[in-house]
Each structure stands twice: as structure tokens, then as C-alpha cells.
């Protein structure tokens, strides 16, 4: 399949979570945006980009960073997601520019901005290294660039994907979904990724993130809300039962003393800067 089809899948996907798209009463896109704004350190005034800002969970932390003298431009491949950012950045009171497509220098003015994060995006684009200089191609000389990723998940969260692994066909497999290889499989090959394309002072390195849940069908009602829709959908209704059965007792080590399902997730922060 080539780039641009690619690309339009990952649009059609996103089109249809936007509406419900971290809706789901789980901190999740909102800490992680958070943190990577904070490690990506914007300074008061800056110009910022948010690449495939979803429905903002970066970009929000942009506006409050660079204060009003800065400025923020959010950019997504999915025009659904750009009509709820605009509703909910009028609803805030937030002055940003919201740009449906992609981040390049075709649509955007290059060496212009001083901060760039993209939270939970690079990992579905078919051509990483490639898209990642043009993105980099955006930042003036010293501006930073931050990006999110996914390290592993803990031993039950694992085999509770791989439930579901084998029904996906292979255009939904990216790195969130393969046991995350080539550029995304370490903090090492993240790191070399981004001074492959050019990028310096770069560091890459991992966090857990947990959350917490009653049971398999509360998993099955969240990941509905992410990426991970597009494996459920593969699971032919026949087979459903034994699915939902076999991941509640794959989750089950995750059970502690408060009854709860701990679910932990290992969140990975890779930052640096164009020279
Ligand atoms: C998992 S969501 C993350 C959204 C948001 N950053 C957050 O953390 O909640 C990925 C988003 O990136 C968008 N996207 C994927 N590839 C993109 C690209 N190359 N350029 C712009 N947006 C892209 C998708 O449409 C989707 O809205």
C-alpha cells in the first residue's frame, strides 16, 4: 500500500474514534501530552506546532506554556479530529490554529517554529525517518522537538494483546501493535531515529504509566476508544466469546489487594533539538 493510502487509513481511523476519542474516563492521552509538553520545555512566547494534536491533549499544555504571547498551530491528518479541537479551544478561550493534513514544509512555514511536539503520532506514519526531518525542517535552528511513543506494556497487558494480535490483518499492524520494532522498538533506536534526521542534545527514555480497571470488559470498553479498535474489529462475532474469556484471564495477574486491575504501560519521552 503506498504512503498517501497509508495515510488516508490512519485519517478514516482517527475520523471515526474523534467523537468518543479519550472520552473514555481513564487519564491517559491527557498525562502523556502533559508530560511531553513539559520535557519539550516551550518557553513563554514561543511559536509551538502539535502534530497530530487529537483532540488537543498536548496541544492545551502548548497554549498554557507559551502563554499569550506565544502562539500554537495543532495539525491532524483527520478532519474529524480538527472539528472537536476548534470546538473545545473555543470552549477554553484558546487562540489557536487548527490545520487539517500533514505537518511539512509543503503546508507549513519552514524554520519558523520553536517548539514541536507530536504525542502518540509517528509510530502510524508508513515512512518515519522521512516525515520526522520534515517535521524537524519546521523548527528553527535550536528549536525543540518532543515526541511520545510506547515501551512495553507489563506482562498481563501483553498477553491480553496478543489475544487479539492474531485476527488483525496486516495494514492494521504498525508499531503500537507488532511488538513495536524498527525505530520504535528502544529508547536506543528512538534516539538514533532522531539524530538520523538530524536532530542533537537528544534523549530517550521511558516511563510507566498505569491505570486502573474492574475487569476485561472495562479493558475492552477503553481500548474500544483507542488505536486498538481497529484489532477488535478483526475478531469475527463467532470467535468473541473466547476472546473476551481468554483476555479476563490473561488480565488477571494485574489484580490487586483493591480488587482492580493495575495495568501498567511504560511511556516513552524522546526529545531534542535542531542545531
Ligand atoms: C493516537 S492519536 C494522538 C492524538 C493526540 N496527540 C493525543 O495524544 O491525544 C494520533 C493522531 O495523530 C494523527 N496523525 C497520525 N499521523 C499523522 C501525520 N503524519 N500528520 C498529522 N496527523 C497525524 C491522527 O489522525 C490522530 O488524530
Do not use: N
Amino acid at each position: 500500500m503506498d504512503p498517501s493510502q497509508r495515510r488516508a487509513g490512519v485519517a478514516a481511523l482517527f475520523d471515526q474514534l474523534a467523537p468518543g476519542y479519550d472520552r473514555g474516563g481513564v487519564p491517559w492521552f491527557g498525562p502523556i501530552g502533559t508530560r511531553l509538553v513539559e520535557l519539550t520545555a516551550p518557553q513563554p512566547g514561543d511559536r509551538a506546532l502539535d502534530v497530530g494534536a487529537g483532540r488537543g491533549a498536548a496541544t492545551f499544555p502548548l497554549v498554557d506554556a507559551v502563554g499569550p504571547t506565544g502562539h500554537v498551530t495543532a495539525v491532524d491528518l483527520s478532519p474529524a479530529m480538527g472539528i472537536h479541537l476548534r470546538d473545545e479551544a473555543e470552549t477554553r478561550g484558546a487562540r489557536i490554529d487548527v490545520v487539517v493534513g500533514e505537518a511539512s514544509p509543503d503546508t507549513l512555514p519552514a524554520g519558523t517554529f520553536d517548539a514541536l511536539t507530536a504525542s502518540l503520532v509517528l509510530f502510524f506514519d508508513p515512512q518515519p525517518a522521512q516525515t520526522l526531518a520534515g517535521w524537524i525542517s519546521l523548527l528553527r535552528p535550536g528549536g525543540r522537538l518532543g515526541l511520545s511513543t510506547f515501551g512495553p506494556t507489563d506482562a498481563a497487558w501483553t498477553a491480553a494483546e496478543a489475544v487479539l494480535l492474531p485476527y488483525a490483518p496486516p495494514q492494521v499492524l504498525d508499531a503500537r501493535t507488532t511488538g513495536r520494532t524498527g525505530p520504535f522498538a528502544t529508547t536506543g533506536t528512538m534516539a538514533a531515529l532522531l539524530e538520523a534526521a538530524g536532530a542533537t542534545d537528544v534523549d530517550s527514555h521511558d516511563e510507566p504509566l498505569e491505570v486502573a480497571l474492574p475487569d476485561g470488559d472495562a479493558w475492552r470498553a477503553w481500548t474500544m476508544t483507542l488505536g486498538l479498535r481497529q484489532l477488535w474489529a478483526a475478531v469475527p462475532d463467532s470467535a468473541m466469546p473466547k476472546v473476551l474469556a481468554d483476555i479476563e484471564s490473561a488480565l488477571e495477574p494485574d489484580r490487586r489487594d483493591d480488587d482492580q486491575l493495575h495495568l501498567t504501560q511504560q511511556v516513552r519521552y524522546t526529545t531534542g533539538t535542531r542545531p
